[in-house]
């Protein structure tokens, strides 16, 4: 299997900084794109950003100039730097995964826990 672990959820004032960060592991032959996702109370889960294994991002128009998604593709990790926090920014985030197991052909998709992040006024 794979598993997903993040780290670096908090609570913060609006106007401050967070790093996400999310470890894969276990029998992993290749990873294609890791990614986050997070969801607000009430509403539905939606992209933050992405990163390729060749370093291509994608950006929700909502996050784009304010977090910066980053990956070790030694270590299997991927980061997200928040920073200029809002309280629209409050949500349960979460890793995701495109990868291929070892023995297995195609590629799946995996999903961690998700870390909570609240930001104040």
């Known amino acids: 299997q794979v598993q997903l672990v993040e780290s670096g959820g908090g609570l913060v004032q609006a106007g401050g900084s967070l790093r996400l960060s999310c470890a894969a592991s276990g029998s992993i032959f290749s990873i294609n794109a890791m990614g986050w996702y997070r969801q607000a109370p009430g509403k539905q889960r939606e992209l933050v950003a992405t990163?390729?294994?060749?370093?291509?991002?994608n950006y929700a128009d909502s996050v784009k100039g304010r977090f910066t998604i980053s990956a070790d593709n030694a270590k299997n990790t991927v980061y997200l730097q928040m920073n200029s926090l809002k309280p629209e920014d409050t949500a349960v985030y979460y890793c995701?995964?495109?990868?291929?197991?070892?023995?297995?052909?195609?590629?799946?998709?995996?999903w961690g826990q998700g870390t909570q992040v609240q930001v104040t006024v």
């Open positions: 995701t995964t495109v990868a291929q197991r070892i023995g297995i052909r195609l590629p799946d998709v995996y």
């Open positions: 990163i390729t294994s060749g370093g291509s991002t």
